[in-house]
Nanobody
Framework: QVQLVESGGGLVQAGGSLRLSCAASGRTFSTSNMGWFRRAPGKEREFVAAIWYSGENTYYADSVKGRFTISRDNAKNTVYLQMNSLKPEDTAIYYC?????????????????WGQGTQVTVSS
């Protein structure tokens, strides 16, 4: 069983930064590919970023490329999402999840374990 707990959300002004963390339990974290998704009010959950188990490769949605950075520390069983130059449209609940298969990185159906989410609100 894998448990994921996100933290680091909050209220920030446009142009500001936040760093989200996702702490994972279990012994499989270091061999698990991980992703971040978000759900904005009234919208479907969407892909934000993903990272290989080794941290060697990363993937981003076009909407956050150049502003967000995903990273991980396998010694701490934690994956991070550094968010810079935040915009009001980044307001959403952010979730981390574990990827289990070989489908596209943005394919939500390829992720099985999910955290409870952390709220990010960006004011204009």
């Amino acid at each position: 069983q894998v448990q994921l707990v996100e933290s680091g959300g909050g209220l920030v002004q446009a142009g500001g930064s936040l760093r989200l963390s996702c702490a994972a339990s279990g012994r499989t974290f270091s061999t698990s590919n991980m992703g971040w998704f978000r759900r904005a009010p009234g919208k479907e959950r969407e892909f934000v970023a993903a990272i290989w188990y080794s941290g060697e490769n990363t993937y981003y949605a076009d909407s956050v490329k150049g502003r967000f950075t995903i990273s991980r520390d396998n010694a701490k069983n934690t994956v991070y999402l550094q968010m810079n130059s935040l915009k009001p449209e980044d307001t959403a609940i952010y979730y981390c999840a574990r990827k289990i298969g070989g489908r596209a990185w943005y394919d939500i159906s390829d992720y099985n374990y999910w955290g409870q989410g952390t709220q990010v609100t960006v004011s204009s």
